[in-house]
């Protein structure tokens, strides 16, 4: 308690920085926390920590031409002797400085036991004279500060030294980081062998950290930018957290007074200082972004303080960042996550309280797995901690299955590409074709484009149908080939079991239509399902249909009203789909919704009563309502209608879509379909579109280079004459005549000939025909 | 007597030779290396599976000069291979083709017509744009664009600034991106490094391919075009047998006698800062003087692979040079390879840091703790002397590197070979070859010529990478 006192006593500031001459490479505090001392390459400085600023007390690089014992790789502020400082410099001098010398030239000691650069010294924590050293020479070495020597070496085996840390609470244990990845456990009395081992990381392990309070943890970080939490209490050690980075970890330091907590900064790329919660690896819990170059140093300012890290870096500056005005990446995290699986299974993920809520309708097979399922450890569960910082964060996952058979999965999309026919047959026929694929697969909106397709489109055989009589009769043909807009009606009516027709009569009868409606037998589903289903494409066809309609005498319809109603429903051959509809889950709701619509529909547009149109519509007419349709189905996902369409279309439609739409559309196709193996399909649709860009897809890698057979040099020229040594390349060897079709040859000895010949030869014989010995093998 | 005289009178002494009557072969020299007899070669390779796998993989049984020579160090040439075929044929950034065109663009620069010719064949083999092989204003201008570092990585890398790199990164028409830039500039080091390998160790130029059809053919006739053929046509039986020269027996005991005694006057070497500082810029400008003159303002002959050299005229400038600015000497410590380095180029160009790290450690710990004739000899210190030496030239300095262990490790003939083999490769004489060490197996010579490349290329890429770096913070 006393100690806290203090803290918050002698403690306090804000962010704050000042820039230093030089890049700096290390940074260490007094343990007071009022001084700070910066070491660098050419910068050896100590600065107060006043209220609102940095303010340089004393330059420790003092001489004319400093040597190179002051270009410092490390340094250390003893935490027991407030007058003590200990340097690593990059030559391999480790030197010691007092600040109580009178002299301007504070140091005090100069080892030069190491060969090469020392990268770390540290000072015992409890033992005023104890100082350590790591060295790239591979060697450690305990130096006692009142004798000029080192009293103990360490050996690492030849391996590079990087981190060197006294355990807080073991007096005679320090932890070493080695460059091949491999940490060390030593005991400072027995200076011949390790005591523990172990691989921490893959390359080089740049830095490590005891737990301040927890006795067996111990932090590393690495080049492989990760930083892993080690509890060596336990026989063995193992690994308890692990946190990835985005780049190589250079320093790490736990946070003091938070158990969990550590602190991070990088050695490339990377210019932030991230604080990590361990046990939420994902995220960092806090982030200081003020450096314009890689952090070097960090160090928390006081060793009971939460609030307050200090930093240098290489940009030259040095750095007071407040706890508080750090950014907070969780703040911006999205906190909900969904994912489709392989078998259309949907997982989600969010925060429990969103979770929690009533289950709503349709949550059939969902199943929900608590955070700790084992199967799905994607988000972890977490008692509520009062004393926790991070925002609540429990999360549950749900996991909807997709019922077997359902049609989730995609199975749609490969018996259509196998079933649709694009080509080589007259345009009615793919279009009926079509139509009844899509109507077998339950898709009932595309097969009434389809439909529809085959009716705008078809060639209209006699051109000249005005009279109702032949409306009447063409409106029962199952085949509608003329475009007068009255067989227009009829064509569509074959579809809508006459429903349609039947409203639009009524209305310009009575536009009380609903009873009407309603008795017309059999034909609700079909009705519904132009109206409800195709609606969005459909509309543009209907209100053009009203039209035509609004152009006839309104008196021819009347009489024709139940005519032709009676003949259609007699029909025999009209298709009966509404059997295979009534568990299609859309009927019941769009009912209503057919109902009313019609006869607005039809109302407002009776108002239209001019000649638009001539009665006989040229196919081109179409071109923009099918545009939009194709573009329809593409923003909808379905690319494969928009594809096929227009192949089956051809070139009635290929020249009102510019051609970058269409590449667009036949690569996300074809792209689909060899995502499942349809290699047919694909290339058939590669084949049959119009797209130089996509023609000359399945003629790429086509190429077969071949040498001479003679004079093994490669065959630059066509044709069978190797224009180098003037022989006929490629000679059967059964007939020695020069193979102009297919060659077959032995992937063992390389000969071959006609395909035929060398069928044949090899019934007969098991040795190669030209008789090199090889025994050849024909599969 | 300098270089030029040198040569020819091995010129005169071949003509006579010929006089009387000597039969010369139109190969150079049987084998794979004109400098390294063909027995001790061929057989001296245990290699493991994998690199046999690798090698199957690569020519189909049949290995190339190259291969063969650095065969002598198997585990080496399975870290060499593994990182060449990862560079030229996994997964990467560029597209094949481009590869190739950058390694041919960086070993011309050496006119290195092995490599050219090399490189020209895959090239051809891919098959496509090969109109580029007829030289450089035939290939994109993106590719023209990497001419500049180019020449400066190859001679002059301590130039390289991150205006370099912003040039060819910022956005445009021929623009690169950051990763594809660093497979270039790891490539180009790589050839340029693999350039003096091949001079370093007078690998023959493979039979076949120079052999090859179309635009190959006029690029590397038969006549070696680019190479003074004088030093390479000796035949290896007339010269004298280096070891049995009896003057040169105490040479080798006096080196061992060197560094043992290095060994233990480190204990007690108080040289002062100023002392080593001097002695880092001793070495720096002694190097200059170690240049077999006579080369100088030497115009490159024309050859058929200057089509792929840009100005061909900037060649090697010695980093100190009297009287001048001297661009600031780099500290090793301020951007080493494991920890900046590695990190950079793992991070554009996935997994080659790992390839390049086992390479740079394979090559500096390899050791077979032998010396001549000696046996169980700690060998590292001499390693390092030519690591060091190496750096050193191209102005890179260790601060805990006494760099007077040079000079009293490398003998002077060594030092003109070390310089002419990393700065100006093609200049590297068979004599340069055989003044060194006299005692010393073939074997042990190549590994000096592994040092050299992989110091070499590592030079080059600390100062590239590091001017990447400054471009990205």
């Known amino acids: 308690m006393e100690k806290m006192t203090r803290v918050s006593g002698t403690v306090s500031g804000c962010t704050m920085f000042c820039h230093l001459d030089a890049p700096a490479n290390a940074i260490s505090v007094c343990r007071d926390a009022t001084q700070v001392v910066v070491a660098g390459r050419n910068i050896f400085k100590i600065y107060g920590l006043e209220e609102d600023g940095f303010v340089e007390r004393l330059n420790l690089r003092v001489g004319r031409k400093p040597s190179l014992n002051f270009s410092c790789a ?30 301007r030239n504070k140091q005090e000691q100069l080892f030069t036991e190491h060969k090469r650069t020392v990268n770390k010294v540290c000072f015992h924590p409890t033992e005023v004279n104890m100082l350590l050293s790591g060295s790239q020479d591979g060697f450690m070495k305990c130096f006692d500060l009142r004798k000029k020597e080192s009293v103990s070496t360490f050996s690492g085996q030849s391996e590079s030294v990087r981190d060197v840390q006294f355990s807080i609470k073991d007096y005679f244990t320090f932890a070493a980081s080695f460059e091949n990845g491999n940490v060390q456990l030593w005991d400072i009395r027995r200076p011949d062998r390790y005591e523990r081992m172990f691989t921490a990381h893959t390359g080089p392990v740049f830095c490590c950290d005891w737990h301040p309070e927890d006795r067996g943890w111990l932090a590393t970080g690495g080049r492989d930018k990760m930083v892993k939490v080690w509890d060596m209490s336990t026989n063995r050690v193992k690994e308890i957290y692990c946190v990835q980075t985005i780049a190589s970890v250079a320093r790490v330091k736990w946070r003091p007074e938070r158990r969990y907590h550590l602190a ?78 392989l078998f259309g299974d949907l997982a989600f993920a969010a925060k429990e309280s969103l979770m929690s809520a009533p289950q709503s309708v349709g949550d059939v097979g969902r199943k929900t797995y608590p955070g700790g399922d084992r199967r799905y450890p994607i988000f972890f569960f977490k008692k509520p901690d009062v004393t926790e910082q991070f925002a609540q964060v429990s999360s549950a996952l749900s996991v909807f299955e997709s019922e077997a058979g359902s049609s989730v999965g995609m199975d749609w999309f490969i018996n259509t590409a196998q079933s649709y026919l694009l080509s080589g047959k007259p345009f009615a026929e793919l279009c009926e074709h ?9 898709r009932p909106q595309e097969s009434t484009t389809w439909t529809m397709l085959r009716i705008m489109f078809s060639e209209p055989a006699n051109p000249s149908l005005s009279s109702n009589h032949n409306l009447n009769k063409s409106g029962n043909l199952p085949l509608v080939n003329s475009f007068s807009m009255k067989e227009m009606s009829a064509a569509l009516n074959e579809r809508n079991k006459e429903n349609r027709q039947d409203n639009l009569h009524s209305l310009e009868t009575n536009l009380n239509n609903n009873d009407e409606n309603e008795e017309t037998e059999g034909s609700e589903g079909q009705a519904e399902y132009l109206f409800g289903d195709a609606e969005l494409d459909d509309d543009d066809l209907y209100s053009m249909e009203h039209d035509n309609q609004a152009e006839e005498p309104e ?59 001539s009665p006989h519509l040229p196919p081109k007419f179409f071109c923009p309502i099918v545009k939009e349709m194709l573009c329809y189905y593409a923003e909808q996902g379905d690319v494969q209608m928009a594809v096929s369409v227009l192949i089956v279309l051809g070139d009635r439609i290929r020249k009102e879509i510019d051609e970058l739409t269409q590449e667009h559309w036949y690569m996300s196709y074809i792209d689909l379909l060899q995502r499942f193996e349809l290699w047919n399909v694909s290339n058939e649709v590669i084949k049959l579109s119009t797209c130089g860009a996509i023609m000359c897809l399945n003629q790429t890698s086509t190429t077969l280079h071949i040498n001479c057979s003679n004079c093994k040099r490669p065959m630059s020229n066509k044709g069978w004459i190797c224009d180098r040594c003037h022989h006929c390349a490629s000679v059967c060897a059964v007939c020695h005549h020069v193979v102009k079709g297919l060659f077959v040859w032995c992937q063992g000895c390389s000969h071959g000939g006609h395909l035929e010949h060398v069928m044949e030869w090899l019934k007969q014989s098991k040795h190669c025909p030209a008789g090199c010995g090889h025994l050849c093998e024909y599969t | 007597m300098n270089g030029t005289a040198d040569i020819c009178n091995h010129c005169r002494n071949m003509i006579r030779e010929k006089e009387k009557g000597m039969k010369m072969s139109r190969h150079i020299s049987t084998g794979p290396s004109s400098f390294i007899p063909e027995n001790e070669i061929i057989g001296a390779m245990p290699l493991n599976d994998s690199t046999v796998m690798f090698l199957d993989e690569e020519f189909s049984g049949r290995m190339d000069n190259l291969t063969q020579v650095m065969g002598l160090h198997p585990h080496y040439l399975q870290a060499f291979l593994r990182c060449h075929y990862y560079l030229l044929r996994m997964d990467g950034p560029l597209p094949l083709h481009y590869r190739h065109y950058i390694a041919i663009m960086a070993a011309a620069r050496h006119q290195c017509s092995t490599l050219v010719c090399q490189h ?46 912003q040039a060819l990164v910022k956005t445009g028409e021929h623009s690169w991106s950051l990763a594809e830039l660093v497979h270039a500039v790891v490539l180009l080091a790589h050839f340029h490094a693999l350039a003096s ?61 060197r560094m043992k005694r290095l060994l233990e006057e480190r204990e007690d070497d108080d040289a002062s800062e100023e002392e080593m500082f001097t002695r880092f810029e001793k070495e720096k400008k002694e190097s200059l003087l170690v240049v077999s003159a006579g080369f100088d303002e030497e115009v490159v002959p024309p050859s058929p692979v200057a089509r792929f050299v840009d100005d061909p005229s900037f060649g090697y400038q010695d980093f100190a040079r009297h009287g001048e600015d001297n661009p600031p000497t780099f500290k090793a410590q301020d951007y080493t390879w494991e920890d900046h380095g590695f990190s950079l180029v793992n991070r554009l160009y996935s997994d080659i840091g790992h390839l390049l790290d086992d390479k740079f450690r394979t090559a500096c710990d390899l050791t077979y703790y032998n010396m001549a004739s000696h046996e169980g000899v700690d060998t590292s210190m001499l390693r390092r002397a030519l690591f060091n030496y190496v750096h050193c030239m191209y102005g890179i300095r260790y601060d805990d590197y006494d760099y007077g262990e040079v000079n009293q490790l490398l003998e002077r003939n060594l030092k003109v070979y070390i310089k002419t083999v990393t700065c100006y490769p093609e200049r590297t004489t068979r004599r340069m070859y055989e003044s060194y060490w006299h005692q010393f197996r073939h074997s042990e010579k190549v590994h000096v010529n592994l040092l050299l490349m992989e110091a070499r290329m590592q030079a080059e890429l600390l100062y590239a990478l590091r001017a990447i770096t400054h471009y990205m913070t």
């Open chain 1, 74 to 103: 490390d340094v250390m502020w003893h935490q027991m002797e407030e007058n003590l400082l200990a340097t690593a410099a990059t030559n391999g001098a480790v030197v010691t400085w007092n600040l109580a010398r009178p002299c």
């Open chain 1, 264 to 341: 991070t900064c990088s050695m490339m790329v990377d210019h932030n200082i991230y604080v990590w919660d361990v046990r939420r690896p994902f995220i960092p819990f806090a982030t200081f972004e003020e450096h314009k170059d890689v952090t070097t140093g960090i160090v928390w300012r006081h060793q009971h303080d939460p609030y307050f890290l200090l930093s240098g870096s290489k940009d030259s500056t040095l750095y007071q960042h407040m706890f508080k005005d750090a950014s907070r990446p969780v703040d911006r995290a999205n906190p909900e996550g969904l994912c489709f699986g």
């Open chain 2, 197 to 257: 390998f091949v001079f370093g160790s007078g690998v023959n130029p493979d039979p076949e391919v120079t052999e090859v059809n179309g635009v190959t053919d006029d690029i590397c006739p038969p006549a070696m075009a680019g190479l003074c053929t004088c030093h390479l046509t000796n035949s290896n039986q007339g010269n004298r047998n280096p070891l049995r020269n009896p003057d040169t027996g105490s040479e080798l005991e006096a080196l061992m006698e």
């Open chain 1, 555 to 613: 008196y021819l319809l009347p009489q024709e009203a139940f005519p032709l109603r009676h003949e259609i429903m007699d029909h025999p051959s009209a298709p009966e789909p509404v059997q295979e509809k009534p568990e299609s889950p859309h009927v019941s709701g769009s009912e209503a919704e057919s109902t009313c619509l019609t006869p607005m529909e039809s109302f407002s547009l009776i108002s239209v009563s001019q000649l638009l149109f």
């Open chain 2, 120 to 165: 020209v064949q895959e090239f051809e083999q891919i098959g496509v744009c090969s109109d580029w092989l007829r030289g450089l204003e035939f290939c994109p201008q993106r590719l023209r664009n990497l001419n500049e570092i180019n020449k400066i990585l190859a001679h002059r890398p301590w130039l390289i600034t991150k205006q370099h790199i």
């Open chain 1, 434 to 442: 079509n139509a009844q694929v899509a109507k077998r697969l339950n």
